[in-house]
């Protein structure tokens, strides 16, 4: 298998962001907007279905918004605001917090986090996969917030864009061995291990036995879970980037894209970004000028041959972008 970061997300049943299978195929479309069966909450053991919008009367959907955006929201970002300012995610130890950088060139406020909201545009409760930063409604630099390799980067009109919601996007795959996250089966010095990974939220069961099956068949070969950033809603990319773009065939999706420094400049913040609704009409995902800032995880095994590509465990996931950058208020 290559060593590609498979762009792939689902959810599960207790509304909490799980490792799964992101891909922007129309089945996967269905389920997420809802038209697959409900979302679940669980809430203190009691499982709540929540209907997607479209299945929800406005006489029910404009009240609650209101009460959702005017008392919970603001509470729960307030929280989430703090967590973030004070590293409460942040998996790093405190002297090696500076291995990522802050993805734009100034402090911005974050306007949405990633958990579950009410959506702005399609007005009902979904997961959000990362964290939007607001750019003033104007176009920010964009930075890498650690070295790599640009892996993917699409306009929102390529066809090959299975995710046109996140409009210009790019994603950076790090590199370098003080990047990578080491894994064991069993507690280990500067390693994390499987249950680490659950109790961060990182995983799953189900990936998390695929990785300690893993570990037990291969128990002299290493385990490391390996990053990639992906910022969405670029107005324009940087010339290397979108110079890359457009020497790759059409219908090309090599990975192997031009190297970036942590800070290299990647475009400017933007409002780019449609999606396609029930009745077929094509709208913007998208509000004012800001930054989808979103981190993606790959548990990889290395080969006993060095040269070959590692070998993915289990599906990609996307964790808590506040779980290795601080973000700047």
């Given at each position: 298998?290559?060593g590609?970061?498979r762009?792939?997300?689902?959810?599960?049943?207790?509304?909490?962001l799980?490792?799964g299978?992101?891909s922007?195929?129309?089945?996967l479309r269905?389920h997420?907007?809802?038209?697959?069966?409900?979302?679940?909450?669980?809430?203190?053991?009691?499982?709540i279905?929540v209907?997607?919008?479209?299945q929800?009367?406005?006489?029910?959907?404009?009240?609650?918004?209101?009460?959702?955006?005017?008392?919970?929201?603001?509470w729960?970002?307030?929280?989430e605001v703090?967590?973030l300012?004070?590293?409460?995610?942040?998996?790093?130890?405190p002297?090696e917090r500076?291995l990522?950088g802050y993805?734009?060139?100034?402090?911005g406020a974050?306007i949405?986090f990633?958990?579950?909201?009410?959506?702005p545009i399609k007005?009902?409760?979904s997961?959000?996969?990362?964290?939007d930063?607001?750019?003033?409604?104007?176009?920010?630099?964009v930075?890498?917030?650690?070295p790599?390799?640009?892996?993917?980067?699409?306009h929102?009109?390529?066809?090959?864009?299975?995710?046109p919601?996140?409009?210009?996007?790019?994603i950076?795959?790090?590199l370098?061995r003080?990047?990578?996250?080491?894994?064991s089966?069993?507690?280990q010095?500067d390693?994390?291990?499987?249950?680490?990974l659950?109790?961060e939220?990182m995983?799953?069961?189900?990936?998390?036995e695929?990785i300690?099956?893993?570990?037990?068949d291969n128990p002299?070969l290493?385990?490391?879970m390996?990053?990639?950033s992906?910022?969405?809603?670029?107005?324009e990319?940087?010339?290397?980037?979108?110079?890359w773009?457009?020497?790759?065939?059409?219908?090309s999706?090599?990975?192997?894209?031009?190297?970036?420094d942590?800070?290299?400049?990647?475009?400017?913040?933007g409002?780019t970004?449609?999606?396609?609704?029930e009745?077929?009409?094509?709208?913007?995902s998208?509000?004012?000028?800001?930054?989808?800032f979103e981190?993606?995880?790959?548990?990889?095994?290395?080969?006993?041959?060095?040269?070959l590509?590692?070998?993915?465990?289990?599906?990609?996931c996307?964790?808590?972008?506040?779980?290795?950058?601080?973000?700047?208020?």
């Amino acid at each position: 298998m290559s060593g590609t970061t498979r762009f792939i997300r689902s959810y599960d049943a207790t509304g909490r962001l799980k490792s799964g299978l992101l891909s922007g195929s129309e089945e996967l479309r269905r389920h997420i907007e809802g038209r697959e069966g409900p979302y679940v909450f669980n809430f203190l053991g009691i499982k709540i279905p929540v209907l997607p919008s479209y299945q929800i009367p406005e006489a029910v959907t404009r009240p609650f918004s209101i009460v959702y955006n005017r008392l919970f929201q603001p509470w729960r970002e307030a929280k989430e605001v703090k967590r973030l300012q004070g590293g409460h995610y942040n998996i790093l130890p405190p002297e090696e917090r500076e291995l990522y950088g802050y993805p734009l060139d100034r402090a911005g406020a974050a306007i949405s986090f990633c958990a579950y909201r009410y959506h702005p545009i399609k007005h009902s409760i979904s997961m959000h996969t990362g964290i939007d930063i607001s750019t003033q409604h104007q176009n920010w630099p964009v930075l890498s917030t650690a070295p790599g390799r640009v892996s993917q980067a699409f306009h929102e009109k390529d066809p090959r864009n299975i995710t046109p919601e996140f409009g210009n996007f790019v994603i950076i795959k790090h590199l370098g061995r003080e990047y990578l996250l080491p894994l064991s089966s069993a507690p280990q010095e500067d390693h994390f291990t499987v249950d680490n990974l659950l109790l961060e939220g990182m995983t799953n069961d189900a990936v998390a036995e695929e990785i300690r099956q893993s570990m037990k068949d291969n128990p002299t070969l290493q385990h490391y879970m390996r990053f990639s950033s992906l910022y969405g809603h670029l107005e324009e990319f940087s010339p290397d980037i979108n110079e890359w773009i457009q020497k790759r065939p059409e219908r090309s999706l090599i990975e192997d894209g031009p190297r970036v420094d942590k800070g290299s400049y990647l475009g400017l913040s933007g409002t780019t970004g449609y999606r396609i609704t029930e009745e077929g009409k094509q709208v913007s995902s998208s509000e004012s000028e800001h930054l989808h800032f979103e981190i993606i995880a790959d548990v990889l095994r290395r080969h006993e041959d060095p040269s070959l590509t590692p070998y993915h465990v289990g599906p990609s996931c996307v964790v808590n972008p506040g779980k290795l950058v601080i973000i700047k208020y």
